[in-house]
């Protein structure tokens, strides 16, 4: 399994980024996919990810309404639409995946997930 992000970058307060996952070495359209953000000394927290079981979509509350995750099974690539960034977006993010147990739909648990890319870094700027 391998996952590499990109897209990441520095912006102003109310800025765009769309950050992109290229996955390969597993069954993307089955498994638990999605984006992680962590800042030092804090754990890594969820953001948004896809259920591979039902397809379902979940986000962090505070980037509702902000953030879109979409994927592109046959590219096999995983994107975060990012708008309206605040500075306390500022994080490395990271996509991850997971193989995820019969009837599992929620996905934004940091410890479910096995695979991880190695980050791009979001920097905000007030």
């Known amino acids: 399994v391998q996952l590499v992000e990109s897209g990441g970058g520095s912006v102003q307060a109310g800025g765009s980024l769309r950050l992109s996952c290229v996955a390969s070495g597993f069954n993307f359209a089955r498994y638990d996919i999605g984006w992680f953000r962590q800042v030092p000394g804090k754990e890594r927290q969820g953001v948004a990810c896809i259920s591979g079981n039902d397809g379902r979509i979940w986000y962090r509350d505070s980037v509702k309404g902000r953030f879109t995750i979409t994927s592109e099974n046959a590219m096999n690539t995983l994107y975060l639409q990012m708008t309206n960034l605040e500075p306390e977006d500022t994080a490395l993010y990271y996509c991850?995946?997971?193989?995820?147990?019969?009837?599992?739909?929620?996905?934004?648990?940091?410890?479910?997930?096995?695979?991880w890319g190695r980050g791009t870094q979001v920097t905000v700027s007030s």
């Open positions: 991850g995946a997971d193989d995820p147990p019969l009837g599992r739909s929620y996905c934004l648990m940091t410890n479910d997930y096995a695979y």
